[in-house]
T-cell receptor, first 115, second 113 residues
Framework: DSGVTQTPKHLITATGQRVTLRCSPR?????VYWYQQSLDQGLQFLIQ???????AKGNILERFSAQQFPDLHSELNLSSLELGDSALYFC??????????????FGPGTRLTVT | DAKTTQPPSMDCAEGRAANLPCNHS???????VYWYRQIHSQGPQYIIH???NNETNEMASLIITEDRKSSTLILPHATLRDTAVYYC??????????????FGKGTKLTVNP
């Protein structure tokens, strides 16, 4: 158990719909990362938040957005869903050590199926 | 961040050491080598990291060549539960900008009974 929790575990929805994935980081971790894993693309970085502020963006679609709340939990919002958005979505968290060493701890993921 | 090259798959007998190689010939002086693994659709798991010295923890050992152009992750006594995809990632040891991890295809390690 990494200490990172994600809900829900599974989500099945229809094209065009909107869903929200939730992540609670490990206690004390200020950074949250979102990754997408699909069969053809592998693990891809989407976005990072640090202490409530967006820190970095990867190839995140404009239909996707995220935020990190004052209690440090994060939500990833996916809208106008398409079949190709079906994937595993992982959240990870880390502290911000001054050494620059970055061990990320991943949650169990949310499996999204768009039908 | 430097690119890495790993064999797509490897097999290992249960109880034997698993040695997973990674080539990172363009690594620069301030880049660390990280290893993560992913057991069948679970979240990736951090294993170990190193800069230039060999490192060991409760999970594995990391051997980095003197020129730092390659490294080997060693699982000393592989078990069936070590069957997973192992990712070698090189990234700068710096806090600033993005701390994203760039995952390649990794090595699929199969531990056989």
């Amino acid at each position: 158990d990494s200490g990172v929790t994600q809900t829900p575990k599974h989500l099945i929805t229809a094209t065009g719909q909107r869903v929200t994935l939730r992540c609670s980081p490990r206690s004390g971790d200020l950074s949250v990362y979102w990754y997408q894993q699909s069969l053809d693309q592998g693990l891809q970085f989407l976005i990072q938040y640090y202490n409530g502020e967006e820190r970095a963006k990867g190839n995140i679609l404009e239909r996707f957005s995220a935020q990190q709340f004052p209690d440090l939990h994060s939500e990833l919002n996916l809208s106008s869903l398409e079949l190709g958005d079906s994937a595993l979505y992982f959240c990870a968290s880390s502290v911000a050590p001054t050494s620059g060493i970055n061990e990320q701890y991943f949650g169990p993921g949310t499996r999204l199926t768009v039908t | 961040d430097a690119k890495t090259t790993q064999p797509p798959s490897m097999d290992c007998a249960e109880g034997r050491a698993a040695n997973l190689p990674c080539n990172h010939s363009t690594i620069s002086g301030n880049e660390y080598v990280y290893w993560y693994r992913q057991i069948h659709s679970q979240g990736p798991q951090y294993i170990i990291h190193g800069l230039k010295n060999n490192e060991t923890n409760e999970m594995a050992s990391l051997i980095i060549t003197e020129d730092r152009k390659s490294s080997t992750l060693i699982l000393p006594h592989a078990t069936l539960r070590d069957t997973a995809v192992y990712y070698c990632i090189v990234r700068v040891g710096r806090w600033g900008g993005s701390e994203k991890l760039v995952f390649g295809k990794g090595t699929k390690l199969t531990v056989n009974p």
